[in-house]
């Protein structure tokens, strides 16, 4: 294989910029030009999970896809980058950007069945990355296949390579769609909510696994999840995300023990106190504003208990402490917020 294609090499190349460099991504319905995303800016380093959290029809989804170049026709990005390895993909053709899926970033949807090929064994499609991506023969794919289903955790993984999807359990899906972001060496690693399906044990082995993986590998990991009880645990940074726009972006101690924004302290409002299901999350009375039909100035003053005349005009994002941003007039430092 080239020198120039691995993982490492491309760290060098890119001067020790973070993994992932979102600055300014504004998305928009092609059809009317309301947004979506609006003015969304974050990094992931590598070795760091950056958990991203908000109800129903935030955008979380929306985001991901938009990392990935996989927007519905329906939007379109409008403004900003997406820098991976430093380099803007929202530049990049449709075509260089499928290229850079798979070799620099990957993404673990909540059913792999919609990702995965269901008319060809699991083994196999592990081993065509492995061809494809690494230049590997026939047989040395189907060792390293052999090697990775073990990495995942796939019992029996032997007998599993000649599997097909639907013959395999959920979680094991979901280990072989890890397997298959690994064949490729991406370093970046979006998951949107990819435990959900799960039951709860299944779910932790897979929260355990990726981990792991990102220490072992120094992933970065985007981590979309409804579960603040998986946030507590895996995320080093937290994004919150509401009616498209950032709420709240900080450590996740600092998040959890000084929430700056009103909408995140109604999320950890939600938490469930005893250990009964969890619950999607209803922060407090009402919903998300649909895409079109949002409020001026601040989305969330409908729904806030601190909303006054301030927040008929957006709230910037500001820094309470230097990785704690907030964007909310009533919580805002006294100097930014006159
Ligand atoms: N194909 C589409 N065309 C137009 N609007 C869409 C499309 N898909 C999603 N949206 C809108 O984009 C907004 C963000 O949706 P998104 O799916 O990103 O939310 P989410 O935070 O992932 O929600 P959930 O927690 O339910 O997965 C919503 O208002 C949604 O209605
Ligand atoms: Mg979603």
Not at 5 to 11: G, H, I, K, L, N
Not at 91 to 98: F, T, V
Not at 260 to 274: D, F, K, N
Not at 281 to 297: K, R, S, T, Y
Request: glycine share 8%.
């Amino acid at each position: 294989m080239r020198a120039a294609d691995t993982a490492s090499a491309r760290d060098a190349a890119s001067g020790g910029a973070p993994l992932l460099e979102v600055v300014g991504l504004t998305t928009t319905l092609v059809a009317t030009g309301a947004s979506v995303l609006e003015d969304i800016a974050f990094t992931v380093e590598a070795g760091e999970t950056l958990c991203v959290v908000g109800e129903s029809g935030s955008g979380k989804s929306m985001l991901a896809l938009a990392i990935m170049g996989l927007l519905p026709p329906a939007i379109r990005i409008r403004r900003g980058e997406i820098r991976v390895h430093g380099e803007d993909l929202a530049r990049l053709s449709p075509a260089e950007w499928r290229a850079r899926r798979g070799r620099d970033l990957a993404m673990i949807f909540q059913e792999p069945m919609t990702a995965l090929n269901p008319v060809m064994r699991a083994g196999a499609q592990v081993a065509e990355v492995l061809r494809k991506r690494r230049g590997m023969t026939d047989d040395a794919a189907r060792g390293e296949a052999l090697r990775l289903f073990e990495r995942v955790g796939i019992p029996n993984a032997r007998a599993r390579l000649s599997a097909y999807p639907h013959e395999l359990s959920g979680g094991l899906r979901q280990r072989v769609m890890i397997a298959i972001a690994l064949a490729a060496e991406a370093r970046l690693l979006l998951a949107d909510e990819p435990t959900t399906a799960l039951d709860v044990t299944i779910q932790a082995q897979i929260l355990d696994l990726l981990n792991d993986l990102r220490r072992e590998r120094g992933l970065g990991l985007m981590l979309i999840t409804h579960d603040l009880g998986v946030v507590a645990e895996m995320a080093d940074r937290v994004l919150v995300l509401y009616a498209g726009r950032m709420a709240e972006l900080a450590p996740v101690a600092a998040l959890f023990d000084r929430p700056m924004h009103p909408y995140t302290r109604a999320l950890l409002a939600s938490i469930p106190t005893s250990e009964g299901p969890r619950t999607r999350l209803v922060a407090i009375d009402g919903a998300v504003p649909a895409v079109g039909a949002m409020p001026q100035g601040c989305r969330f003053r409908p729904r806030c208990p601190h909303a006054d005349a301030r927040c008929e005009a957006v709230p910037p994002l500001v820094a309470h402490e230097p990785r704690h941003h907030a964007a909310c007039w009533a919580t805002a430092p006294e100097d930014r917020a006159s």
